[in-house]
């Protein structure tokens, strides 16, 4: 059984930063990819950034593209989100996700972590 633990949010003022980490754990862990989704009350999930595990090769949405960075440590078995200039829309519950099963989809997933973003 794969767990990913989520942690790092809290409650910051715009345009301040947060680091979420992602530990994941379970028998011999691997996976395809690794991300982070969010979502604000009313709103629906989405993908905010990726990380391709063999490659590295990262994905970002437009919205948080410049201010967000995404990064792991292979030998922790983590992933991080750098969020920089943060802003009140940003704020949501943002939870870490993986692909372990099958590329392409997202089997396993976090309790997420609020992050609020004050004005």
């Known amino acids: 059984q794969v767990q990913l633990v989520e942690s790092g949010g809290g409650l910051v003022q715009a345009g301040g930063s947060l680091r979420l980490s992602c530990a994941a754990s379970?028998?011999?862990?691997?996976?395809?990819?690794m991300g982070w989704f969010r979502q604000a009350p009313g709103k629906e999930r989405e993908l905010v950034a990726a990380?391709?595990?063999?490659?590295?090769?990262?994905y970002y949405a437009g919205s948080v593209k410049g201010r967000f960075t995404i990064s792991r440590d292979n030998a922790k078995n983590t992933v991080y989100l750098q969020m920089n200039s943060l802003k009140p829309e940003d704020t949501a519950v943002y939870y870490c996700?993986?692909?372990?099963?099958?590329?392409?989809?997202?089997?396993?997933w976090g309790q997420g972590t609020q992050v609020t973003v004050s004005s």
């Open positions: 990380l391709t595990w063999s490659t590295g090769r990262t």
């Open positions: 379970g028998r011999t862990f691997s996976s395809y990819a």
């Open positions: 996700t993986a692909q372990v099963q099958r590329a392409g989809t997202y089997d396993y």
